[in-house]
């Protein structure tokens, strides 16, 4: 017999040894090889100190197989069959299972216990040990160094014995009540069976302030910037155009020369009377081109002989009509009333197209302890 045929009663301990025993009356030889065998089956214990196999103290504990994934046990040992408590079962073939209890109820006389086991499930037959981890899922003595409801990036497919996969999955309040009782219906309606887990797919947590709430969601992998251009506006003020205009030149004093005169033509008769007994003539005071009518002397300073009366007819032209430039001064002002800009300007329109703003990342999946 094993160490968990051992009772806690001193006296029910006397025949419960492989060899040898401790019942009264037993010759030296006997209790000798009683104790080497409960020191023998106290190192084996120890061996494995990391697991306990539950005992009544009266009888080696019995296991039935129901299922590959669960067993019965009569008594009522939901108090050390935990869930989410690792177990190491030799099944029916001896190979050796280890997993989690994922549920455990009594029903007198037999408690039956389901298991989520790591890889494979229970072989044929009985199983000839089951174990529990020494350490406690709840109350345990031991600091929690996941406690439930831990959320932790993890690089497998699937979820680890005692993890769920953030993946917004519906599961049983039962099952995983303890991490129920801590996320409730914060990541989605519950109904009266099942809960929400966290979805972290295509996502990553935000810390939460007092303006948020547990499992509030948002955001997007791409954006389309949006918004209003203010549209621009002009002012401005009254203005009066200020300055003055110069001329310059001078037009004063000017001689003409006869190329610059108009072409003039005209005729002069001339006329003198004698008999005064003296001279008479006329003096020309114009220069110009003269010419004789063909009566007599030629035109110019002269005079005329006595007695009778004569006259001559004169033609004169001067002056070529050439073309002149000259330059003049003067001044002159400006005046103008003050004016304000008008108008309209149009308010900018703006386009353009959405941006991906993801981060260069690398895909791990979240996993949340139950």
């Known amino acids: 017999m094993s160490i968990t045929a051992w009772s806690t009663t001193a006296s029910q301990n006397g025949d419960r040894l492989n060899s040898g025993n401790f019942l009264e009356g037993q010759s030296p030889s006997t209790l000798n090889d009683g104790s080497r065998d409960a020191l023998a089956s106290i190192r084996a214990w120890a061996n494995d100190l990391e697991w306990y196999e539950f005992g009544t103290g009266s009888n080696t504990t019995t296991y039935t197989r129901i ?214 003539y006329i003096q020309r005071n114009l220069t110009g081109a003269f010419s004789d009518d063909g009566n007599g002397s030629n035109y110019g300073v002269g005079w005329f002989g006595e007695g009778g009366s004569n006259s001559r007819k004169l033609t004169y032209s001067f002056g070529s009509g050439q073309a002149h430039d000259h330059s003049f001064s003067g001044s002159a002002s400006f005046s103008g009333s003050s004016g304000t800009p008008s108008g309209s300007i149009s308010s900018p329109n703006f386009t353009g197209n959405a941006i991906d703003v993801t981060n260069p990342f690398v895909c791990l999946n979240y996993i949340i302890k139950f």
């Open 67 to 280: 299922s590959a994934t669960s067993i019965s046990i009569p008594l009522d040992v939901t108090g050390q069959f935990q869930i989410n408590r690792r177990i190491k079962i030799i099944d029916g073939t001896g190979s050796t299972r280890y997993g989690r209890v994922e549920t455990c109820t009594y029903s007198s006389p037999n408690t039956t216990i389901t298991f989520d086991f790591d890889s494979s499930q229970l072989g044929s037959g009985n199983p000839t040990s089951v174990k529990y981890g020494i350490i406690s899922p709840n109350n345990t003595s031991l600091p929690a160094v996941n406690p439930v409801g831990s959320i932790v990036m993890f690089s497998g497919a699937t979820a680890p014995s005692g993890w769920l996969l953030c993946d917004g999955a519906s599961v049983s309040k039962t099952a995983y009540a303890s991490l129920f009782a801590i996320v409730g219906s914060s990541f989605g309606s519950a109904t009266s069976t099942n809960f929400i887990l966290p979805n972290l797919q295509s996502r990553f947590p935000k810390g939460k302030d007092s303006g948020d709430n547990l499992g509030d969601t948002g955001g997007t992998t791409s954006q389309t910037p949006t918004g209003t251009n203010s549209a621009p506006t002009f002012t401005g003020n009254a203005f009066t155009p200020t300055g003055s205009v110069s001329l310059s030149g001078s037009v004063a004093n000017h001689t003409l020369t006869e190329a610059q005169l108009p072409s003039i033509t005209g005729t002069v008769e001339l006329l003198t009377r004698g008999g005064n007994g003296s001279n008479q």
